[in-house]
T-cell receptor, first 113, second 110 residues
Framework: NAGVTQTPKFRILKIGQSMTLQCTQD?????MYWYRQDPGMGLKLIYY???????DKGEVPNGYNVSRSTTEDFPLRLELAAPSQTSVYFC????????????FGSGTRLTVV | RKEVEQDPGPFNVPEGATVAFNCTYS??????FFWYRQDCRKEPKLLMS???SGNEDGRFTAQLNRASQYISLLIRDSKLSDSATYLC???????????FGKGTKLSVKP
């Protein structure tokens, strides 16, 4: 049972480039989330989804976009990368939203130069 | 008041010590509470849920005081392997999500 799988683990982008962070879960969870974690800071919610075809903005959505075409996949798209997007990105899933614990992927360390 | 507030530490303790972490939260309507553990450069992992009656899991005891909006985690007989950052987590975010504190760093020394 793989849980939540994120790829890539590391990436360096140049300013203005775009990329997609992949996230897949095999637990049939309806709820999925993207967080970013900056050094010394708490996790900030970027986007979330309560089921296939349904997505919504979190507290820091600017510069990002998501889609949820299947229950398993929840990719995060960065358009026109900026240095402020240098961070560690975590994808998570949950069977019951904030009533249940989240299972996190191992993260993607992104550096924008 | 910040949504979830924790003492950032670090807490440096010897093996075998008892250490307590505290956390306060701002949303009185929150209904779910957790402690997560995050090792250096790793993802957060669920340590335990926190219930109003208090709960214990081996050397770990969690307490919740709804009136004071206060959560605690007690670790007894600390092990070297307990060294990590402990995140206080509260449900009821504006998007129905979990709100994560910044974490308290624990370092257990031989």
């Amino acid at each position: 049972n793989a849980g939540v799988t994120q790829t890539p683990k590391f990436r360096i982008l140049k300013i203005g480039q775009s990329m997609t962070l992949q996230c897949t879960q095999d637990m049939n969870h309806n709820y999925m989330y993207w967080y970013r974690q900056d050094p010394g800071m708490g996790l900030k919610l970027i986007y979330y989804s309560v089921g296939a075809g349904i997505t919504d903005k979190g507290e820091v959505p600017n510069g990002y976009n998501v889609s949820r075409s299947t229950t398993e996949d929840f990719p995060l798209r960065l358009e026109l990368a900026a240095p402020s997007q240098t961070s560690v990105y975590f994808c998570a899933s949950s069977p019951r939203g904030d009533w249940g614990g989240y299972t996190f992927g191992s993260g993607t360390r992104l550096t924008v130069v | 008041r910040k949504e979830v507030e924790q003492d950032p530490g670090p807490f440096n303790v010897p093996e075998g010590a008892t250490v307590a972490f505290n956390c306060t939260y701002s949303n009185s309507a929150s209904q779910s509470f957790f402690w997560y553990r995050q090792d250096c450069r790793k993802e957060p992992k669920l340590l335990m849920s926190v219930y109003s009656s208090g709960n214990e899991d081996g050397r770990f005891t969690a307490q919740l005081n709804r009136a004071s909006q206060y959560i605690s985690l007690l670790i007894r007989d600390s092990k070297l392997s307990d060294s990590a950052t402990y995140l206080c987590v509260v449900g009821g975010g504006s998007q129905g999500n979990l709100i994560f504190g910044k974490g308290t760093k624990l370092s257990v020394k031989p």
